[in-house]
């Protein structure tokens, strides 16, 4: 075997973010960017002599050529075994399933998840650790500080093999083993959900329409839906994958999700709609005339988790990302489990679910997950939905209703202003940040402020700490408002203003979220200066 040690220069910015390095393909694509940051995740993680990775991706442009870097690069610094998708594809819940599954080390995921693919689009690459999940803070930090002094890099010599036939072919010292990428996945959530009782359910003529995006969930849709399930064909739409999404935004938003959120809202309306995004981790389930908020979903999922056939015991607890509705707070305290509150980001729930503290996690941004694998499963959260209203005999609507009847609902919204400037959106932050203290007992659009504070969290099984997490604002009448910049965009930056307020009065819920929420978005702009300071008059993206 031939390896190649090239030298080569840090490169600025290879910092990874919520969920691993984001940048634009076209960036990643320039010469050693790639090789730099895989060097620097390989030393990062302390090395990959002798060790079994799982390598795939949602088959965004540049996927398959950055898998053949990665396999060269892995083999040159010692690994044992690669396990790759066949054609390079892998769901992140996937990958996260084979790494647990088969003992690995770890696993490289490629994606940027929702946000758009091609020459023009977006990459990204995440380093999951031997749970299943995305690596912790301390070892994304390790990954940087190598990128800030790597002087050299490893790769092989011999070209990859092809991803496209399964079985076992040798790169150097290293076996590539090209898997299904769908078998273990299929043979996972069998054990969790009633196959037989969904199946039942659509015989007896249950309609779903599931908006694959053209992105990585289609053939995983196609075979369990229509195909262990017997949904009808045509159940699945844009259901092939391709490098550049169709186009689109694969984000399972009202907004990139348009046509299926106008479907389930017209009279042809089927009984089910639901999508996933990119990467096949998120999800939006929909009912006809109803749109199930992400922290409704999670709440209702974790109230009725028993009824689906991996479930059974129940709940050991249940977490939530802290700009996420308190809908599954209610939940927990009514059930007399624990409800943790971490900050944005998958990787924050990995300890708590692998110490058995929780069971099912969420997060306001179409994410949720159980303890399962160690990521986010979209599929996952449709199935259990089928399952759940398979097992009640009621539609999704009367399931959400019912569910607002005994909890009271929360009535939510999120604002994004995106591609703001790096300088407004910072000086927005530290501006509230350091209005925090003078906050409490001053009125805005008539809400009084009761408590002002910036989130920290600090993990109950390891007790490392995580600060600045976003600015959140109660208001003395229970609302909320909390403000963060996102950390997945690729292009300036995104701020996020979570909107909440509580209703108990089951008289009062069928009523828009935007007029419900009017007075705590128009407090949230007056304590921050929104409009003033982005320029914007409203925001771009409302879920
Ligand atoms: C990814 C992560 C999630 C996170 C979401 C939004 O999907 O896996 O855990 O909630 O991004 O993050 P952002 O920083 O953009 O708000
Ligand atoms: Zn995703």
Redesign the pocket.
């Known amino acids: 075997m031939n390896v190649e040690t090239v030298s080569t220069a840090p490169i600025e910015g290879q910092k990874p ?3 691993g390095l984001r940048k634009k393909t076209a960036v990643f694509m320039k010469p050693g960017y790639l090789e730099n940051y895989v060097q620097a995740v390989i030393e990062g993680v302390g090395g990959v002599e002798g060790r079994t990775l799982v390598v795939g991706g949602d088959g965004r442009f540049f996927n398959d050529k950055a898998i053949a870097v990665i396999l060269r690069m892995l083999a040159a610094n010692g690994a044992a075994r690669a396990i790759v998708g066949q054609n390079g594809m892998l769901s ?1 819940p996937a990958a996260s399933n084979l790494i647990r599954k088969r003992g690995a080390f770890g696993g490289i995921v490629l994606s940027a ?2 946000n758009p693919g091609g020459p023009e689009g977006d990459f990204g690459l995440k380093f999951n650790i031997a749970n299943g999940g ?1 690596a912790p803070e301390a070892i994304t930090d390790a990954i940087f500080a190598r990128t800030r002094a790597l002087t050299e890099y490893r790769i092989l010599t011999e070209e990859a093999p092809p991803l496209s036939s399964l079985g076992e072919t040798r790169l150097g010292g290293m076996i590539v083993e090209i898997v299904d990428p769908v078998k273990d996945y299929v043979a996972l959530m069998e054990t969790l959900v009633d196959f037989e009782r969904i199946r039942r359910l659509f015989a007896s003529g249950f309609s779903l329409r599931f908006d694959a995006m053209h992105a990585v969930t289609g053939p995983y849709a196609k075979a369990i839906l229509e195909g262990a399930l017997g949904a009808p064909a045509g159940t699945v739409v844009n259901a092939s994958p391709l490098p550049d999404f169709g186009g689109h935004h694969p984000d399972p938003n009202p907004v990139h999700a348009a046509d299926l959120f106008r479907l389930m809202f017209s009279p042809e309306a089927p009984d089910m709609g639901a999508a996933s ?1 990119g990467d096949g ?2 999800n939006i389930v929909l009912g006809r005339g109803i749109s199930v908020s992400p922290s409704d979903s999670l709440a209702v999922l974790a109230a009725n988790i028993h009824l689906a056939k991996g479930y059974g015991e129940g709940l050991k607890g249940i977490a939530r ?1 802290m ?1 996420t509705s308190r809908a599954a707070d209610r939940v927990a305290q009514k059930l007399g489990v624990d409800l943790f509150e971490t900050p ?5 729930f990995g300890n708590l679910l692998d110490a058995g503290r929780a069971t099912i996690c969420g ?5 949720t997950g159980s303890d399962h694998v160690r ?2 499963d979209g599929l996952w959260a449709v199935l259990l939905w089928l399952d759940i209203v398979a097992a009640r005999g009621q539609s999704i609507a009367e399931i959400v209703t019912e569910h607002w009847r005994t909890y009271g609902r929360d009535y939510y919204t999120r604002h994004d202003y995106e591609g703001i400037s790096t300088a407004a959106g910072d000086e927005l932050m530290a501006d509230l940040r350091a209005s925090l203290e003078t906050l409490p007992g001053r009125t805005f659009a008539g809400l009084r402020v009761s408590v002002a504070d910036d989130f920290a969290y600090e993990d109950p099984t390891d007790g490392s700490v995580t600060r600045r997490q976003g600015v959140r604002v109660l208001f003395e009448n229970g609302a909320r408002a909390v403000f ?6 690729t292009e300036g930056a ?1 701020l ?1 203003v979570y909107l909440e307020t509580f209703e108990p009065d089951p008289s009062k819920h069928a009523r828009d979220p935007q007029e419900v929420l009017a007075g705590v978005i128009a407090a949230a702009d007056a304590i921050a200066g929104i409009r003033q300071r982005t320029g914007r008059t409203a925001p771009d993206v409302v879920t």
């Open positions: 973010g919520t969920s992140t998840s929702h995305p995004d981790d998120r990302s700009p944005t980001g998958w990787k924050f997060e306001e941004s179409a994410g990521e986010k963060r910049l996102s950390g997945t965009g995104t996020r």
